[in-house]
Each structure stands twice: as C-alpha cells, then as structure tokens.
C-alpha cells in the first residue's frame, strides 16, 4: 500500500525502515487472502511526488487509460495520476480504513473520469476492469518482492499484457519479464508486450485450456 510523500520527505532508507517491519509483523497473520497474507502488502511506503508522476510518463498514460493502482493504500499515487492526466483512475486496497481515506482525499471527476476505490484483494482485479480495453489499462503496482514475484501476479497480469496493456513497477520487480524501459534515476521499470520473450510464448501455449478458463472466468473481455 503506497502513499504520497514530498520528494525531500521520502528515502529509500525511510521507505524499508516502514516497509520491513510490517512485513514481519503479519509473517504469521492468520487473516488470509488469496495466495497470501496481510505480509504480501506494507502500509505507510512513502512515495514521492516526482515518482508517481515519472510512473505515468513511463506507463504513457492517456486520458482514455485507465489506471489502475494495486495496493492503492490512501490513494495519493491515482489521485495525483487523476488530477494530473485527468484519467479514470481505480485504486485497490485490502485495508479498509486507508481506501475510506482515499475516497475522502478525491478529486472531483474530470471529464466524467472518476478516481474510484474498491476495498479488495488485488486478484480480484478482473472483475473490477471487465469490459475495460485492455489496451488502456495501466496497472502500477508498489509491492513488496515476495508479492510482485509471485506466479500468480504473472498469471493475473500475463492476459492483460499480452492484450496491450502496461504494467509499471516502483522499487521492487517481477524476475519473470525483461523490462521493456526503464527509469533508472527513480527505480521504476514498464512491462508490456515487448517484454515477453520466446519462453513466454511456450509457456503460455502450455497454459492452454486454463488460459481460457482464466478468461471466460475473470475477464471475459479478453481474447
């Protein structure tokens, strides 16, 4: 769960001084979501203000995206995206009291875009994007390693990304895609279609009968 900070509010040495003892602290929390604990997210990671908007320059996201931020936390990250582009922007927290928070410090839609937050577990995605090009979606994510690598992050966002939309990670990055930019001053990488190499093409024909049952499941808008 990221939130906004200032640029000289933040560090690298204040965001793991938060983030860690977090983690540990829910190792063994017996409150579970799909594929995880409450240790798959870390409250309070500062982000700053130059971060979040270098991470929609990266993810080029346009008026007509949809950008959707995973672990939302407050929702400082989408509501600067949706105050500065003027997107649809959907923040996804599993913490009650911070997407409460978030949905108070929101913006007014601009064009009939709105910044809309969902009190949820971040593989419940799909269902909150059907219907949704996946050529416009833009999905950040802030997590913590243990999450971002998982298998089934991959398989949640593979269909997406196959389809056209980007994926933009901040400090902590999947080991399964090759990025396909990068901004290194700020440690954040873009994953798209062009980060899928020939080993992804045979593994995802090997998914075979569960891709499309992932599909017609969770997003049957996609192909």
Same mark, same amino acid.
């Given at each position: 769960m990221?939130?906004?900070?200032a ?18 602290a ?16 870390a409250?309070h ?37 949706h105050?500065?582009?003027?997107? @649809? ?11 409460? &928070? #978030?949905?108070?410090? %929101? /913006?007014?839609? *601009?064009d ?9 577990d ?15 979606l ?37 080991d399964?895609w090759?990025? @396909? ?11 798209? &279609? #062009?980060?899928?190499? %020939? /080993?992804?093409? *045979?593994r ?10 992932y599909?017609?499941?969770h ?5």
């Amino acid at each position: 769960m990221a939130s906004l900070a200032a640029a000289q509010d933040s560090s690298d040495s204040d965001d793991e001084a938060h983030f860690w003892p977090f983690a540990e602290a829910f190792e063994d929390d017996t409150q579970t979501y799909p594929y995880g604990t409450l240790s798959a997210v870390a409250s309070h990671v500062t982000t700053p203000r130059e971060t979040a908007l270098a991470a929609a320059r990266l993810g080029d996201v346009a008026r007509d995206d949809v950008f959707v931020d995973l672990g939302c936390g407050v929702g400082a990250v989408t509501n600067l995206v949706h105050a500065t582009v003027g997107c @649809a922007c959907l923040g996804l927290d599993c913490c009650e009291a911070e997407v409460a &928070a #978030a949905r108070r410090a %929101a /913006a007014p839609p *601009v064009d009939g875009n709105a910044a809309t937050y969902v009190t949820c577990d971040l593989f419940d995605m799909p269902r909150h994007v059907a219907g949704v090009e996946a050529a416009r979606l833009v999905v950040y994510m802030h997590l913590i390693p243990k999450l971002v690598r998982r298998s089934e992050v991959r398989d949640l966002l593979e269909p997406y990304v196959r389809a056209g939309a980007r994926v933009i990670t901040s400090k902590y990055h999947p080991d399964y895609w090759r990025a @396909a930019r990068t901004d290194g001053t700020l440690d954040l990488r873009r994953y798209d &279609a #062009a980060s899928l190499s %020939a /080993a992804d093409d *045979v593994r995802w024909r090997r998914l075979g009968k569960w891709r499309g049952f992932y599909n017609s499941a969770h997003a049957p808008h996609l192909p």
